[in-house]
């Protein structure tokens, strides 16, 4: 893959990160108990889960939730080597560490919301 196109895929990634409120056809955490784990449709592209949430929605939010864990773990690790006599281990024990907190803080905001 060229530089370009890696450029162009994380362009278009943070894009989708930043509209996910105009992309999103529906609400990702509303529940529509009247099209549970319905197929794709026009309605809903990719279908909906299993309380009747749209998936579509909820990828496209969930593009946040990733773009956020991976600038986190690449923005801490880097500066913490800099300045430090850090070995490869102790940046993967960092970088697992942002991305159990990084998903730790989307789940307690998920149950705040609900």
Do not use: W
Request: negative net charge.
């Amino acid at each position: 893959m060229s530089r370009i196109t890696g450029a162009v895929l994380v362009c278009a990634f943070v894009l989708v990160a930043a509209l996910a409120p105009l992309l999103s056809p529906y609400d990702p955490v509303s529940a529509d108990f009247a099209n549970v784990l319905s197929p794709p449709a026009r309605a809903h592209p990719f279908g909906t889960d299993d309380i009747g949430r749209d998936i579509l929605s909820r990828v496209v939010y969930g593009s946040r939730i990733s773009l956020q864990a991976g600038l986190f773990t690449v923005a801490v690790p880097g500066p913490m080597s800099a300045h430090q006599d850090l070995s490869d281990a102790d940046l993967v024990v960092a970088s697992l560490a942002a991305l159990t907190l990084d998903d730790l803080g989307a789940r307690v905001a998920a149950r705040a919301r609900s």
